[in-house]
């Protein structure tokens, strides 16, 4: 994955699913088509230094996500 669709998941990502009790930071998962392609980022904010730090990129599994690759298909 180019730096450059990192970037834009991170500045343009919506937020599926928000982890506020994760620790050391606060996290959420973040969604975003780029390039036709669906990317998902865990990020956590550092809200005292005000960084962002991303946990883990990938792309997500059809067979898995469902609306758009933005809700969890149910087992």
């Keep these: 994955m180019a730096a450059s669709a990192l970037r834009e998941l991170v500045l343009r990502g919506h937020v599926i699913e928000d982890y506020p009790d994760d620790t050391p ?3 959420c998962l973040l969604g975003l088509e780029v390039d036709r392609r669906w990317l998902h980022a865990v990020v956590a904010l550092d809200a005292t230094s005000g960084r962002c730090c991303v ?3 990938c792309e997500p599994s059809p067979e898995r996500w469902e609306d758009g690759m ?3 298909k149910t087992r």
Excluded: G
Aim: no cysteine.
């Design 25 to 27: 930071f606060p996290s």
């Design 70 to 72: 933005t809700r969890r």
């Design 55 to 57: 946990v883990t990129v």
